[in-house]
C-alpha cells in the first residue's frame, strides 16, 4: 500500500465548556443564552471566550470565562504528520475544558409577607471555577486524571453556606473501569463516597440487594452523581430552606444542585450549578459545566 492509500490514523477531539445559560420560562418565558461558551473543532486546538458583568432581570453575575485546549502530548513530533505521513499518527494527547463565573447572584421578589423569610430572598456565589484534564494514550481508555472545582462564598439571605467538595476522587480513579472497581470491590470507599452516586431506582433491595454484588449504579452505562459530600451552614441556616444531599431548596427560589458529574465510559461532564427555580419564579438554569473526551480512529475492536 502506498503512502497515498495509507489509512488516516487520527484523534477526535472533543472538548466544551459553558459559564452560564438559562431558560426562564414564567412569569415571562425568555433565553438567557449559552454566556463565554468554548468548543472544540475535531481537529483540537484552542477556544477561549470571556464575558463582563450582566444582569437578566432577577439574575446576574460580574465575570465569566471558558477555556478549551486540545493537542498532542508530543507537539515537536505532531509536526511531522503536517507532511502527510497521517498513517503513522499515534501520538498521545491531552485535552483540557474550564469554566469561571464571578459574582453570581439570584434576587427574587416574594409575594405577600406572612413567612419568616424576608421580602427579597438571595442566593449568591462568590466564586465558582471548575478545570477537567483528560488524556488519552491512544492504546487503553481515556482517562480523565485530574478535576478541580470550587464552589466559594455561597449565601442565602446572607447566610453562608460550606460546600464540602471530594473532586479528587475522580481525578484518582481517572477512568470507568477503575471507578466502578474501586466502588464494587472497596467496602471503605462505598461507605464513604457511595452517596456521591445518584440511585437509578432500579436497584435491588431487601435481602436479595444485601445478597447481590456492590455494582456502581448506572442507567445503561451512565452514571450520575457529585463531587459534593456535604453542605453545611456556617453559623445559623437560612428560614425556609432544606439540605438533602448536594440539593439545597430554598423556599421562594427553587432548588439548587451543586457539583454534578455525569460519567461515561470515554466520557465525563461536571456542572457546579443545576438550578430548578421555582415559585414566583419558573426557569431551569446552570453555572460552569464543562465536558470532555475524545476517540481514536479507526476505532479499535
Not at 15 to 28: I, L, Q, S, Y
Request: glycine share 10%.
Amino acid at each position: 500500500m502506498d503512502k497515498n492509500s495509507e489509512i488516516e490514523k487520527r484523534f477526535i477531539f472533543h472538548g466544551n465548556a459553558v459559564a452560564f445559560a438559562a431558560h426562564v420560562r414564567r412569569p415571562e418565558d425568555f433565553f438567557i443564552p449559552a454566556v463565554a461558551s468554548s468548543c472544540l473543532p475535531v481537529t483540537g486546538g484552542l477556544a477561549e471566550a470571556a464575558s463582563g458583568p450582566q444582569r437578566f432581570k432577577e439574575i446576574s453575575f460580574e465575570s465569566a470565562s471558558t477555556r478549551a485546549h486540545g493537542d498532542y502530548a508530543d507537539v515537536r513530533r505532531a509536526v511531522d504528520f503536517t507532511h502527510g505521513n497521517f498513517g503513522e499518527n499515534l501520538l498521545p494527547t491531552n485535552t483540557f475544558v474550564e469554566s469561571k463565573l464571578k459574582g453570581l447572584k439570584i434576587e427574587i421578589p416574594q409575594p405577600a409577607a406572612g413567612t419568616a423569610a424576608p421580602a427579597v430572598r438571595r442566593f449568591s456565589v462568590d466564586n465558582l471555577h471548575v478545570r477537567l484534564e483528560s488524556s488519552s494514550d491512544r492504546r487503553g481508555p481515556i482517562a480523565f486524571r485530574s478535576l478541580e472545582a470550587t464552589i466559594g462564598g455561597v449565601e442565602v439571605d446572607g447566610h453562608r453556606l460550606n460546600v464540602i467538595t471530594a473532586a479528587h476522587v475522580f481525578g484518582q480513579h481517572d477512568t470507568y473501569p477503575k471507578l466502578s472497581k474501586a466502588y464494587e470491590e472497596d467496602a471503605d470507599f462505598r461507605q464513604q463516597y457511595g452517596k456521591c452516586f445518584y440511585p437509578t431506582g432500579q436497584e435491588k433491595t431487601g435481602l436479595s440487594g444485601l445478597l447481590s454484588k456492590h455494582v456502581i449504579p448506572n442507567g445503561h452505562g451512565t452514571v450520575l452523581g457529585t463531587i459534593v459530600t456535604g453542605l453545611e451552614w456556617e453559623k445559623e441556616a437560612a428560614a425556609d430552606t432544606v439540605i438533602a444531599g448536594n440539593r439545597l431548596t430554598i423556599e421562594g427560589i427553587g432548588t439548587i444542585f451543586f457539583g454534578e458529574i455525569i460519567i461515561e465510559a470515554g466520557a465525563r461532564r461536571v456542572t457546579l450549578l443545576r438550578c430548578q427555580l421555582g415559585s414566583p419564579d419558573g426557569a431551569d438554569m446552570s453555572a460552569c459545566d464543562v465536558q470532555s473526551n475524545g476517540q481514536d480512529w479507526p476505532p479499535a475492536f
